[in-house]
């Protein structure tokens, strides 16, 4: 597979300046890609990467950039985005949409699939009256629950789980061994020991949503617990029962979610961060890593620490902290002054 000259520029979606017969078969980093490969430029930092790259064409922000002579620098708005596109045609003929069921799957009475365009792969399990969109792959040891709804375009990475009723919208992504609509955890303690309360709920994921590696999305006690258009979920995070995220929320790696709480639309929990059970978060609000957030949020912006606050305030008591030694030692002094003069 390769890409003439024009052809990449039309991919990118922009107008070439100059006219070349080049043509390029694939892709890679700048300290990586060889003459016949397209590199990009995502930060300046890698700037002397460039100065020194072997790539044959590379992708820059717009600005003054230098790269050796051979080699032909393209300006972009989003480096990183327009890579992406480069990525996504190199890597159609290996992510090539095959459809059928394999032998090795199986597919009970009463589901509703196509075999002609859907991708269903050895040691899937799809049970009674599950729904496949059209154009959805679904990898191999996955399994697909009773009466579950999953929309168009979807791909399901080996290993994942989709239990009982839960739905998926359009172009949703789930990586190797997520769960979606495992049992939220909720327990009653009766004569001393914890007993179960059932999970009798579903999880509603909409669509463009993807879920990470090994991340789990519990289902409600009772009605939904609902993922909205958009949001992207890393690997190894919790979201709780009945939790409600908006749009386009960003919940990043070994991050918690818990029961009931409510994000609005743009929200980002960062890595290794918390959200407390029945909080209602606003919109376009940041929590930054390493934090717990333990109160409604009301007003956008981005916290920190634990409990979390608004960040112009935690870094004052984190400086005022780090000075901590040094007041020690000059309250050390004063003491030590003060004793000697009542000591006259």
């Known amino acids: 597979m390769s890409l003439g000259w024009q052809q990449l520029h039309t991919l990118i ?37 460039l100065a020194e790259t072997k790539a044959g064409a590379v992708l820059v922000p717009v ?48 589901a509703t699939l196509d075999p002609h365009f859907v991708q269903v792969s050895p040691g899937a399990v799809i049970e009674a009256g599950a729904q496949i969109g059209v154009g959805t792959v679904i990898g191999s040891g996955c399994l697909i629950g009773r009466d579950v709804k999953i929309g168009e375009d979807c791909h399901l990475h080996p290993g994942s789980v989709v239990r009982e009723r839960c739905t998926l919208g359009n172009r949703v992504i789930l990586q190797p061994g ?21 999970q009798i709920g579903i999880v509603e994921i909409q669509d463009d949503v993807e879920v990470g590696a090994n991340s789990c999305v519990d289902r409600a006690r009772f009605g939904k617990t609902i993922i909205g258009e958009g949001t992207k979920i890393d690997n190894l995070v919790q979201v709780a029962h ?53 109160k409604n949020v009301t007003k956008p912006g981005v916290y920190m620490g634990f409990p979390a606050r608004p960040m112009a305030i935690e870094q004052r008591k984190m400086a005022a902290l780090a000075r901590l030694p040094k007041l020690r030692e000059e309250l050390q002094e004063l003491k030590k002054k003060l004793e000697e003069r009542s000591g006259e």
Do not use: M
């Open 178 to 198: 997520c769960v979606i609509g495992s049992d939220g955890y909720g327990f009653d303690l009766v004569d001393g020991r914890h007993q179960k309360v059932p």
């Open 63 to 110: 600005g003054e950039f230098t790269a050796p002579g051979d080699c032909r620098l393209i300006p972009v708005a989003n480096p990183s985005a327009s890579f992406s596109k480069l990525i996504e045609f190199f890597q159609a003929e290996i992510n090539s949409f095959a459809p059928g069921v394999s032998l090795g799957a199986h597919v009970e009475e009463g």
């Open 242 to 294: 009945n939790v409600q995220t908006g749009k386009h929320c960003l919940l990043v790696a070994q991050s918690g979610v818990a029961g009931s709480a409510s994000l609005g639309n743009y929200v980002t929990i960062a890595a290794q961060s918390g959200v407390g059970g029945h909080l209602e978060v606003a919109d376009q609000t940041v929590v930054a890593a390493k934090s717990g957030l333990l």
């Open 13 to 49: 979606g922009i107008a070439p300046t100059e006219d070349w017969e080049d043509v390029y078969t694939g892709i890679g980093s700048l300290n990586e890609a060889g003459p016949d490969e397209v590199s990009f430029l995502g930060n300046t930092r890698y700037q002397p990467q």
